[in-house]
């Protein structure tokens, strides 16, 4: 009887401060940096296909190479123009500042939970399979910065980055930048990130959006 | 007498070329001076056919790939990487070349992508458009460039390389996606002006009522303000 009290007392104890740890977690979220002691940030950068991933290099192309470094690029792995095209932009980076900040870009893929037609059946399994690739893939990374704009290949790895921020392995900040496509309702990773707070930042292309989603910040065109 | 020959006089200078084009608009300026000062009502109607029937072969002529009497003017079509058969049957209907040639386009390419449907060639001997297709290519920007419209699936890639390069953009939304929020873009974008945007069943309607004035130049988007706000969020210091 006294083990079952001391068991349950010991997983109520637990629970609690999970709860306080999360709530923590969330309130933190989205709330800026005063100074930053960093020079550089390790960054993350989900691509997705076509369209977002040319949306992407413009924003990155604007960005401080310096301060977002080491700089990761992650796509899909049935998606290979995405990665090709991030190669094609860092090596045209690397021409013009190859004495800047460290220099160790790497480019991977990741599985995809589920291909366009698959059956839902069997996405049950490579969902999970999925997940376990971008857990194995983030504790490798380990990123301050997360960057992504729409594929959903980003939800598992927001995920696991705010599952990091609660155990206290890595706090990271995401930023989301809804693609141009979306003009009047977000997509459904936009969605998720933005109702569970997830992202520190959400950026949306329209005006119109920003209405609907006032924590959202609009921005104006990428493309 | 005099306005018989000012006749003869445009139609060979809007047919030759090049060396006559000066003296052709000297012409036309001339002709707007007098246009001006003349009382005759008759008179007036002709002089502002011919000044107006100069002032185009003039035009056409200063810009090159969209010439008048030059004999190409090519439609392009691209579904990108996607399957889109609707589009590419659409095209390929009597309907909607028919409209393109009263337009004056004289070549149709069509980059059907993973689609089943394969179009019927011709090399247009009886005077109906010349079509062509393939089915992928690393150089789309080569055909895009070359086009003189281009008629595109919804895909923001597609849309935007188009937009960029200022050509006359008609997007058919593909009506058999699952989540189809493309129609949202290319809505907003036609909305604003920038492109006309249609259905596979609409489309030779579109075409029929293509008003290439009316188009608004888009404005190509910045990515800075994005970049500001994270820098400041991440508390970087402002440069």
Request: glycine share 6%.
């Amino acid at each position: 009887m006294v083990e079952f009290v001391s068991i349950v007392f010991f997983a109520v104890i637990t629970a609690t401060l999970l709860v306080v740890r999360i709530l923590y977690v969330i309130s933190q979220t989205s709330k800026p940096i005063r100074n930053t002691s960093q020079r550089h940030l390790s960054t993350l950068v989900v691509l997705g296909s076509g369209g977002h991933t040319a949306e992407m290099i413009n924003l990155l192309s604007v960005m401080q190479k310096d301060r977002f470094a080491p700089r990761f690029y992650i796509a899909a792995a049935t998606d290979n123009m995405s990665l090709q095209k991030a190669h094609v932009f860092e090596e045209t980076l690397d021409d013009k500042t190859s004495l800047q900040g460290p220099d160790d870009t790497q480019f991977l893929q990741i599985y995809r939970s589920r291909e366009v037609g698959q059956s839902y059946i069997t996405s049950v399994g490579t969902t999970l399979l999925a997940l376990a690739h971008a857990l194995w893939l983030m504790i490798k990374i380990r990123p301050q910065v997360i960057l992504c704009n729409g594929p959903g290949t980003c939800i598992p790895i927001c995920a696991i980055a705010f599952i990091f921020k609660v155990l206290g392995i890595r706090w990271s900040y995401i930023f989301y930048v809804e693609s141009i496509a979306r003009v009047k309702r977000l997509s459904l990773s936009g969605l998720l990130l933005y109702k569970l707070r997830m992202a520190d930042q959400l950026f949306v292309q329209w005006p119109q959006l920003q209405k609907q989603y006032p924590r959202a910040h609009y921005v104006g065109r990428l493309m | 007498m005099i306005l018989l020959l000012l006749r003869v006089f445009f139609s060979i200078a809007a047919s030759t070329d090049l060396p006559r084009r000066p003296l052709c608009r000297r012409l036309i300026s001339l002709l707007r001076r007098q246009k001006s000062s003349c009382s005759g009502v008759n008179n007036c109607i002709y002089l502002s056919f011919f000044v107006s029937q100069a002032a185009k072969g003039t035009y056409n002529k200063m810009d090159g790939s969209d010439s008048h009497f030059e004999s190409k003017r090519i439609v392009f079509v691209t579904v990108g990487t996607t399957s889109f058969d609707s589009l590419v049957r659409t095209v390929d209907t009597d309907q909607v070349k028919k409209e393109l040639s009263k337009k004056g386009y004289t070549h149709l390419i069509i980059q059907m992508g993973r689609g089943s449907y394969i179009p019927n060639k011709s090399s247009g001997e009886d005077g109906s458009l010349v079509v062509d297709y393939f089915t992928f290519s690393s150089s789309i920007a080569d055909y895009l460039r070359s086009a003189s419209l281009i008629i595109s699936h919804a895909g923001s890639g597609s849309i935007f390389e188009t937009l960029r390069l200022g050509k006359p953009l008609i997007v058919v939304v593909n009506e058999d996606l699952m989540d189809n929020h493309q129609s949202e873009l290319a809505e907003e974008l036609a909305e604003r002006k920038h492109l006309f945007c249609g259905r596979p069943q609409t489309l030779y309607q579109v075409i029929e009522a293509l008003d290439l004035d009316s188009i608004v130049p888009y404005q190509s988007g910045d990515a800075s303000p994005v970049a500001k706000l994270i820098n400041r969020y991440l508390g970087f210091p402002a440069d």
